[in-house]
Each structure stands twice: as C-alpha cells, then as structure tokens.
C-alpha cells in the first residue's frame, strides 16, 4: 500500500476528515536512524502526527512540530508540509522509567509540552503561528486532540497507530483526525464520537493495510461524504551543501581555526537525514578570509 493521505468532507459541511498511511516512510526513516523499541515506536507516532497537522497547512506553510516528554524519547521534531513532505528525529532517552509501550498505564511520551509552529516560508518577516500546550496524559493521539480544544479551539478526534515488528522494528503507521465545523450539529458530533469510540482496531486495520479510504469510510459510516484529496506522501530533507555553508560562516572565525587546528576539516551532519558535509581546510580558511573582508 503507498504512502498518502486522503481528505474529506461531509455532505453537510459540517464535519471534516483525514486520514493517513505512511508506513513505507516511516519505516525508511526509522531505519535511517537506527531506531527500535519504544524510540521507533515515538518516532512513528510523531510522524503520523506531523501529517496530520500538515494536512490542513495552507500552500507555502511549514508546520513543524515539537515533542518534548520524560519518557522514551526526550525530544522529537518534525518539519512536514501541504505537499505531503516531511523529515523528522528523536532523540531517545535512556534514563525513561518507562519499560515498556504500555497504554494502560502512564504514556508512553511521559509529562513534557506539544508545541506547533506555522511559518510561511516564501513571505519574509511574516510572524510565525505558535501554540503550545502540556502534555496532559502522554497519550500523543489525546494530547494532539487537548492541543486542538485549547489552542485553535476546534473540536476534534484523533487517532494514531503504530505498529512493531517481532524485531521492534517500525513496520506500520497511520493515524485520522476529524473535526467539527461551524454549523455542526449535536447529532453528527455525537454520531462522529460514537464512531472513533469504537475503533479500537486502528492499529490492527493499519498493519493489515487498510487503505485511508476505509479508515473515512468507517468513521463516517452513517452519513454521506465526498473526498476532496488523495496525496502521496513522501521523506524529503531539506539540507543542503550551501545551507551547510551559511551555517559554518555562523561559527565564527575562530571556531573555525579550531576546526582547522584539531581535524583538519568540517564534518557537519544533519540531524534530519544523517547525511554529513564536509569542507575542507582549505575552504575553512575561505571563509575565515572573507569574514574578515
């Protein structure tokens, strides 16, 4: 099964829906950076969110996202977009009380804070829309669903499911988030909410390939909709050897003779991809010479 997500809408108006597939990606990323057991398992989940924040990006937006948590993973960030790109990491923790990924217990993502940024990068100096809100259950499905009601105020469901191999390898990933319009009635909202209640078989649905489709079909099961957009979905990073440059010419002269002094060169990876740039000592002098032009 692709990658995408799938968009939709009620007859109505009044309610709205997308739903996500990306477990080829997410388990290319995950591979990227060496993750498995509950760090894969984090890295999954905050993925499938990113594209759900992104989905409903406006065309030029960046939604990043930014987990920070006391429990498997300290950090995760996410950069993803309209278009259906996206890149991210973790940073594990090995000091985690948690064990094991128990959702019966204290979730998994621990007590920290969700943070969503929104930046349109193709107008400069605009301000960037920021909203921030505790992890109240450490549940990422429920703290993104707390970040909707408090943050921008629109009623909302999410669901997230990840699924691990016998390895603890990252195998399947995907997720849905519904939202009340205005003009929504008591009746569809409760109808929606009965719905997701009973889908507690997202996870197995996912890993058995259920298409995005399905998943829309199954919460909108009692009333009409229409599909407004079938994306597929894709990792890119957005590093760069020139971007890799303007950040050396950051560091500072000296900083850069240090480089020079000690090893002989630059090795700068991003941590998005893994991928590392190198300049030489030669092209460290370059730009200490121009620094000081």
């Given amino acids: 099964m692709s990658d995408l997500w ?82 991210g990491y973790v940073v594990p923790n090995p000091q985690s009380a948690i064990q094991n990924y128990d959702l019966t217990g204290d979730g998994p993502w621990g007590k920290g804070t969700l943070s969503v940024l929104r930046k349109r990068d193709d107008q400069k100096g605009a301000e960037p829309y920021i909203g921030t809100v505790p992890l109240v259950t450490g549940h990422l499905a429920k703290d993104l669903t707390f970040y909707w009601s408090q943050s921008e105020q629109v009623p909302s469901a999410v669901g997230i499911a990840v699924n691990l191999d016998s390895e603890g390898k990252l195998a399947t990933a995907g997720g849905f988030l519904v939202q009340a319009m ?91 991809c893994e991928k590392e740039y190198r300049a030489s000592a030669d092209e460290l002098r370059k730009m200490i010479a121009e620094s000081k032009a």
């Fill in 182 to 272: 205005p003009g929504a009635t008591d009746a569809e909202i409760r109808e929606i909410e009965n719905q997701v209640t009973h889908m507690s078989n997202l996870a197995r649905d996912i890993a058995a390939g259920s298409e995005p489709i399905a998943i829309l079909a199954t919460i909108f099961q009692n009333m009409q909709f229409v599909i407004l957009e079938k994306k597929p979905l894709k990792a890119q990073c957005t590093c760069s050897e020139a971007r890799m440059r303007r950040a050396l010419t950051l560091v500072g002269a000296s900083e850069l003779q240090a480089m020079i002094d000690e090893v002989g060169e630059a090795v700068v990876k991003c941590d998005f």
């Fill in 6 to 87: 799938q968009k939709c809408i009620s007859n109505s108006g009044t309610l709205r829906g997308v739903a996500i597939s990306c477990s080829e990606l997410a388990r290319e990323l995950a591979t990227v950076h060496q993750l498995s057991g509950e760090p894969a398992q984090a890295f999954g989940e905050a993925l499938v969110a990113g594209f759900i924040l992104a989905s409903y990006c406006k065309a030029g937006e960046r939604m990043n996202l930014n987990i920070k948590g006391d429990g498997g993973v300290k950090q995760a960030l996410v950069d993803a977009y309209p278009d259906g790109t996206i890149r």
